[in-house]
């Protein structure tokens, strides 16, 4: 078993969702972050103007006041069977990619136990 997470764009949170839904894992976990990459802030500002995620009218005054500002994003997590790892990450990758700077990271990490509450399953039935 598996745990993916994956740093996301705002906008793409729900064609994210009803992808892997579509691949058999509806259940997922999603939480607002605030990040950056290596990328210089105003590049990346400049990027999110146009793709219309940060809106205008407060971006001038905080890339003023601030050098390195955080930029709001998704972070999903979800839990995977080994055999599905590639397929999930493929899909996050294809709903994701737009080429550009901040399209997001996926981090695959080892998951030894799962046990859901109300039944006592365990492993991958418990996802």
Same mark, same amino acid.
């Given at each position: 078993m598996k745990e993916i997470m994956a740093i996301i764009r705002m906008n793409m949170?729900? %064609?994210t969702k009803e992808a892997i839904a579509k !691949? =058999?894992?509806?259940?997922?976990?999603c939480?607002?972050?605030?990040? %950056? =990459?290596?990328?210089k802030l105003e590049d990346t500002l400049t990027e999110e103007i146009l793709q219309g995620e940060v $809106?205008?009218?407060?971006?001038?005054g905080e890339t003023?006041? !601030?050098?390195?500002?955080?930029?709001?994003k998704r972070l999903i997590t979800l839990m995977?069977?080994?055999? /599905? &790892?590639?397929?999930? &990450? $493929?899909?996050?990758?294809d709903v994701n990619q737009t080429g550009n700077f901040? /399209? =997001?990271?996926?981090? &695959?990490l080892p998951l030894d136990e799962v046990i %859901?509450?109300?039944?006592? !399953?365990? =492993? !991958? $039935?418990?996802?």
């Open positions: 949170v729900n %064609r !691949e =058999g894992y509806p259940g997922i976990t939480r607002r972050v605030f990040g %950056r =990459g290596k990328k $809106e205008v009218c407060h971006i001038l003023l006041s !601030e050098n390195h500002r955080l930029l709001p995977v069977k080994d055999a /599905d &790892v590639s397929r999930i &990450v $493929e899909t996050i990758i901040g /399209d =997001g990271k996926i981090f &695959v %859901r509450i109300r039944t006592g !399953e365990l =492993g !991958e $039935e418990a996802i």
